[in-house]
């Protein structure tokens, strides 16, 4: 499996899988500070996880593992969680194989602020008539991964029509 491909489909894995699965996770590491859950609790992943225990030569659990990176200070029940795969038994993390998410208790993404200061549901519009934007904190979460060597969407759809082009 060509190592570009493998990522994306962890990547989607980690960010697909049924709803209440991946709230719950990633819930409970933004709560708790750390959560862990098998991958093949979807059965779709079962080539990448027979691929990833190839790679380590065991046939040990592979996990979908999340972890609070940091609680914002504007909306005390949202933060940033970093999820990876891994496998405890051979003490091999895939980080390359995750990414970072913002998120809230509730499942959903951060509110958006308006000209007014006031906060709003993504999706709604500002009383004020302006248009909503993301939080300083939110930016500033978003510009540090990408300064780390994250991929924007941009840069992934990119690279994914690159790898079509050359087929």
């Known amino acids: 499996m060509k190592p570009f491909l493998l990522i994306m489909t962890a990547i989607t894995l980690a960010t697909t899988q049924a ?14 500070g750390m959560a862990s859950a098998p991958l093949l609790s979807d059965p779709r ?16 659990e592979i996990t979908v593992t ?4 940091l609680k914002f200070t504007q909306q005390p029940r949202c ?9 405890s038994s051979t003490k091999t993390r895939w980080t390359q194989l995750g990414g970072q998410i913002n998120m809230c208790e509730d499942g959903l993404p951060p509110w958006l602020v308006c000209a007014d200061q006031t ?47 050359s087929k």
Do not use: H
């Open 45 to 60: 992943m079962e080539k990448t996880v027979a691929e990833l225990q190839k790679s380590t030569n065991s046939s040990g």
């Open 19 to 32: 709803f209440a699965q991946r709230q719950s996770l990633f819930v409970q590491a933004l709560k708790e």
């Open 119 to 165: 906060l709003v549901p993504p999706g709604l519009p500002c009383r004020d008539k302006s248009t909503p934007v993301m939080t300083d904190e939110v930016k500033a979460t978003i510009q540090a991964a990408v300064a780390a060597g994250g991929l924007t969407t941009n840069q992934i759809e990119q690279k994914l029509k690159a790898q079509k082009a």
């Open 66 to 69: 999340a972890a609070r990176l």
């Open 79 to 87: 933060g940033r969680i970093q999820y990876w795969i891994e496998q």
